[in-house]
């Protein structure tokens, strides 16, 4: 079993920078790719960005792509998301998942969840 662990949500102004942390509990690197989604009060789950278990590959919204950025650090068994020119629109629970790729960025199967960290935007 693999418990996910997000840090980092605050409450930013727009424009502002965040960055998310995910600790999954043991060396997923090796198995699992990480994904990042986000929920908002009024909409369903949004798949947001991912990465490949080896970190060779990552996957991005639209929404996201040229805003946010993700990596990982097998040494630390640590993936973060990296979140530059934040708008009133990204807020949000933001949830850290491990699975295949493959499951990640078509949001079907996912297993492994983390209890999700708040990110509020203020215009």
């Known amino acids: 079993q693999v418990h996910v662990v997000e840090s980092g949500g605050g409450l930013m102004h727009s424009g502002g920078s965040l960055r998310l942390s995910c600790t999954p509990s043991?060396?997923?690197?090796?198995?699992?790719?990480i994904g990042w989604f986000r929920q908002a009060p009024v909409n369903g789950r949004e798949f947001v960005a991912a990465i490949t278990d080896n970190g060779d590959d990552t996957y991005y919204s639209v929404s996201a792509k040229g805003r946010f950025t993700v990596s990982s650090d097998n040494a630390k068994n640590a993936a973060y998301m990296q979140m530059h020119s934040l708008k009133p629109e990204d807020t949000a629970v933001y949830y850290c998942?491990?699975?295949?790729?493959?499951?990640?960025?078509?949001?079907?199967?996912?297993?492994?969840w983390g209890q999700g960290t708040q990110v509020t935007v203020s215009s």
């Open positions: 043991e060396r997923t690197f090796s198995v699992y790719a």
């Open positions: 998942a491990a699975d295949f790729f493959s499951s990640l960025i078509v949001d079907t199967g996912v297993r492994y």
